[in-house]
């Protein structure tokens, strides 16, 4: 059936089955009997969020729904400068003026300015700046390089690699101009030109066909078979029929915004058909430009920001309160205020890690480049630590976890009973058929041809031969194609006809009786030998069509889309046609079932996510039972993904409930995108729901945004990545920890993100969560360890200021000692990390470095006092006036490096260092290399003058031996006890 503008504006709307926006799922133009209905993005249906979203989401659906619920003949009179003929080139110039240019919002020019904004406004090199400050202002000018030389190594490391992922993104953005096919009045003759889209302006009418990109929002004005992919706004992978409006909406219909039958969005592209349309908003104007402009809102701070903001106030805290303490009793006791505080500034620069900054940004980078060998670009280096971080993935369905392909699942009988004929005929209908070949139609050939069983080899090698075709529309629902196995005008033929369920069982008065269809093939030569009659059939009583319909509606269930495919035995007759009225009297032959087939991987990758302790959970905008689907053959409704759902829950638990026989009900475990808006006014329902629901179908761009926010919340605050690829994903890829899209997915999806894979497939997710972690314990291991012993040396720098009356060691000597810790700790990206740490998410926490630092930190003081006693009694170094002061403060020097260094290699691991945990060879290398450096200091010529050192007297060195063996043990032995009492080391 065509629909053309003539037909349209001059005969009178005539009664149709067309369903309006508000119909039922059921009724909607879809060629399979499982369409979609986003019912989420009407006013009464979007969750608020209290973003102010709702103004432009509410002002696009008034607009177009001004235009959408009447007949299509209205439209012109609603908008008398628009004609069905187009645009006059004059009134076309006005429009452009009013509205711009109609540029994608994808195109954006590279935010060089606020990345390295970004770079620099981190709160460790704010503090780190700070101090530099005070340094240069009490005249320290070597301490100010060093520490301004950390911050700005440690900004540019991180502005250089973010800059190059983001180049690296914006190439994805291919500059390719669009081209649209326009109809226009010129010199007062309507003719249809081509125009860049960036031209195109409200009024503009439009010709569209097979792999046109609607250029803005656009309603349809005339339909030939005409639909439309909306998988990048609502995940649904089967295309949408779209037909013109011909009666007024009635008082109780809704307007949804993706679910209708005359709206075509931008960026939505035509599958089959053509057609025309009046283009309604461009530009900033459009749905996807509203998408747009909430992502330019601020984004929430993420679960690492959170921790690295909490950890800098400890830090800031901590030098607070130490820094006066130590002035005070150095002054006093030595009366020289002058010296009290620049040893108190130096004490404040020692608490301080000052390569932290440095060392966090040298563990991102490192990451960066490793987790880019796997395809995959990081546009922000934050994003790296926050996966490993991530205890919840919220992944989209479409092309995620499923293939992104439509592909026949099963054939089978009125009964269910597995039959191969329905596929044959259908191959036959599709193979024939002259239109644009819908997914459908492609599935089932490609099944067909790809067997290699030889079971399809009857239906492949027939010479089938067409000789008439009623073409698919979206009333009939229908396609049917009259063949012979001989060009002959005349004898035996074989109607055909395949179709949305309930539209071909109205049609068929039969049913055909398989008593045995695979012996019945094996005796016929010929397909067309069998006979779609009476003999062969069954009559269809009102209980046989109940139990039709209630087959499909189990294989539905189960996340199936259908056709049925019905058939019967007619005669050729010369010069005659065949139209609808043909299709009628049919033998109904079976079903031919599709599914979106899972990724080949996504299972395992599924499997070790769970053992990572990671739920996955997945929203989309397809139906329920389709997602239900996917989620059992993933086995996220298993005991083990349920568990993980309590960030309390422990390994032990996980594995336990793994191999738990309990029964999960699923339907508690599903919940829709108008289920979510009724409990809207009710935040702890709603809550309570997100925290319970494994699937989330049928949401809405904005509803995704808010069940991520509430997953995030839940749990006492956890970190949640969001995979997906279209423009309904893009609110909640920004708002969520990680955001991670594809290199395939839409512009705006990809702009959102953190993340991009350049290949589909959760295990590049999952191997990014390994790195994350390791990336994340490596940058742990270096602030613990820094912490603690930096705060063990104040602690004996309060000792030492209350007892000697020297300072027992001079602040270029104390921040040359911290740059050689510090310097060593550089290796720490490099570091190897026990497998056990890994198996769980991890994430910034202050309490766990307090408490870190207080338990470990005072252990180091005995010693350091150790060896002021040896300076003391052993040495007699006992006033400020001795000579041998420079040679106290050299053992005290190497004494505290040598035990910071060898340490390190206690501390970086729970279990016992060299026997059950081994560092890695960088760590090694570095480590006892500094340890060297460090001897070797006091016996270099101009360096030891420089620093007021002298070589300590060989004795010295056995007691060393001794202070660093004994220490070791102590510190093995306390963080034995540390994690028995605590149940945690890193």
């Known amino acids: 059936m065509k629909l053309t503008l003539n037909a349209i504006f001059t005969l009178r709307p005539i009664p149709t089955r067309l369903k309006g ?306 002035f005070i009793v150095q002054g006093a006791v030595s009366h020289n205020w002058k010296g009290a505080v620049m040893f108190a500034i130096a004490i404040a620069v020692g608490i301080t890690p000052e390569m932290l900054p440095m060392i966090v940004t040298s563990n991102l980078a490192l990451s960066a480049v490793r987790i880019a060998r796997q395809h995959v670009i990081v546009k922000r280096f934050d994003a790296i630590q926050n996966l490993g971080a991530v205890s919840v993935l919220c992944s989209d369905k479409t092309g995620t976890l499923t293939a992104d392909l439509v592909r026949v699942s099963t054939s089978v009988t009125n009964k269910g009973d597995p039959s191969d004929l329905p596929v044959k005929l259908a191959f036959i209908n599709s193979l024939l058929q002259t239109g644009t070949r819908s997914p459908i139609d492609r599935a089932i050939v490609d099944h067909v041809r790809a067997d290699e069983k030889g079971s399809f080899d009857d239906a492949q090698r027939e010479g089938w031969h067409k000789h008439g075709e009623v073409p698919f529309d979206s009333t009939r629902r229908l396609l049917s194609v009259l063949v012979s196995h001989t060009s002959m005008e005349e004898g035996e033929a074989l109607l055909v006809t395949k179709g949305a369920v309930e539209e071909v069982l109205e049609r068929c008065i039969l049913a055909y ?163 979510l808006a009724e409990l809207s006014k009710d935040s702890n329902a709603f809550a309570e729901v997100v925290e319970r629901a494994v699937i989330f179908a049928k949401l809405s761009p904005y509803q995704k945004l808010e ?61 990014g969560v390994v790195e994350g972690r390791i990336t994340l314990l490596n940058t742990v291991k270096y602030i613990k360890m820094a912490c603690s012993s930096n705060f063990g040396n104040v602690f004996s720098v309060l000792v030492a200021s209350a007892w000697l009356p020297y300072q027992p060691m001079l602040p270029l000597q104390l921040l040359v000692q911290n740059l050689l810790y510090d310097f060593s700790q550089a290796s720490i990206p490099w570091d190897n990390v026990d497998p056990e740490y890994l198996e769980v998410p991890r994430t910034w926490s202050a309490k766990s470095i307090i408490r870190f630092m207080v338990c470990l930190g005072p252990f180091s003081s005995p010693f350091d006092i150790a060896t002021f006693c040896i300076n003391w009694f052993k040495y007699g170094i006992r006033t400020l006036d001795s000579p041998l002061v420079p040679r106290a403060q050299t053992n005290w020097f190497l004494e505290g490096s040598l035990t910071q260094l060898f340490i390190i290699q206690f501390l970086r691991t729970g279990k016992i260092p060299f026997i059950q945990s081994r560092a890695s060879l960088p760590v090694v290398v570095v480590t006892f290399g500094v340890a060297c450096v460090a001897m070797a200091i006091p016996y270099i010529p101009k360096v030891n003058k420089a620093l007021q050192m002298m070589p300590p007297e060989p004795m010295f060195y056995a007691y060393l031996v001794v202070i660093v063996a004994v220490y070791a043990a102590v510190v093995h032995v306390v963080k034995t006890l540390y994690q028995m009492v605590f149940k945690e080391w890193l």
């Open 21 to 326: 926006p508000g119909k039922s799922e059921k009724d909607a133009p879809d060629i399979t009997s499982q369409g979609s209905d986003h019912s989420g993005l009407g006013p009464s249906t979007t969750q608020p969020s209290g973003d102010g979203h709702e103004t432009s989401e509410h002002r696009l659906t008034a607009k177009l729904a001004r235009l959408a619920q009447v007949p299509v003949s209205t439209i012109f009179s609603l908008e008398p400068t628009w004609s069905p003929d187009g645009l006059s080139q004059e009134a076309a110039a006005e429009t452009l003026k009013e509205h711009g240019l109609n540029i994608p919002v994808s195109e954006r020019p590279l935010a060089a300015l606020s990345i390295l904004w970004t770079a620099i406004w981190n709160p460790f090199n704010v503090l780190l700046t700070i101090l530099a400050c005070v340094n240069i202002a009490t005249q320290d000018v070597a301490t100010f390089v060093v520490m301004i030389a950390m911050v700005v190594a440690s900004t540019g490391l991180r502005y250089w690699q973010e800059v190059k992922s983001m180049v690296q993104a914006l190439k994805l953005v291919r500059s390719i101009v669009t081209r649209v096919r326009v109809v226009r009045c010129v010199n007062s003759i309507s003719e249809e030109i081509e125009l860049d889209q960036k031209q195109i302006v409200p009024g503009d009418v439009i010709n569209v066909a097979s792999g046109d990109v609607f250029p803005g929002d656009c309603i349809i004005i005339s339909s030939e078979a005409l639909t439309v992919t909306q998988a990048s706004l609502t995940g649904e992978l089967m295309p949408i029929d779209k037909t013109v409006r011909l009666i007024a909406a009635s008082d109780s219909e809704t307007f949804h915004l993706l679910n209708n039958e005359n709206v075509c969005l931008a960026g939505t592209s035509v599958s089959a058909g053509n057609g025309r349309a009046v283009v309604v908003s461009t530009g900033k104007d459009t749905y996807m430009a509203a998408i747009a402009e909430e992502l330019n809102k601020k984004r929430p701070e993420n679960a690492i920001q959170m921790g690295i903001r909490k950890v800098s106030y400890v830090l800031i805290g901590f030098m607070l309160v130490m820094a006066p303490i130590v």
């Open 513 to 675: 009786r398989y008593e045995d269809p695979s012996s019945e093939l094996s005796r016929t030569t010929s397909m067309l030998d069998l006979k779609f009659g009476p003999s062969s059939s069954t009559t269809l009583t009102e209980v046989d069509r109940q139990l039709v319909l209630d087959t499909a509606k189990k294989l539905n269930e189960d996340g199936l889309r259908l056709i049925a495919v019905a058939s019967r035995n007619t005669s050729l007759k010369q010069f005659a046609t065949i139209s609808t009225s043909d299709e009628e009297e049919l033998v109904f032959i079976g079903f031919v079932a599709f599914l979106d087939p899972l990724k080949p991987d996504a299972a395992e990758a599924i499997k070790e996510l769970t053992r990572l302790r990671v739920q996955v959970r997945i929203l989309t905008g397809d139906a329920p039972a389709v997602a239900a689907k996917v989620a059992r053959d993933l086995g996220l409704f298993s005991s083990a993904n349920m568990t993980l759902a309590s960030p309390q829950n422990s390994p032990k638990d996980v594995e336990a409930a793994s191999i738990s026989s309990n029964p999960i009900n699923e339907a508690d475990l599903i919940v829709t995108g108008p289920q």
């Open 707 to 767: 069940v991520v926010k509430a997953l995030r919340a839940g749990g006492g605050g956890r970190a949640v990545a969001f995979l997906g690829d279209g423009v309904n994903d893009a609110l909640a890829i920004r708002c969520a920890d990680v955001g991670i899209s594809v290199d395939s997915g839409t512009e705006i999806a990809k702009e959102a993100a953190d993340v991009i894979l350049l290949e589909k497939s959760l295990g590049v997710v999952t191997r």
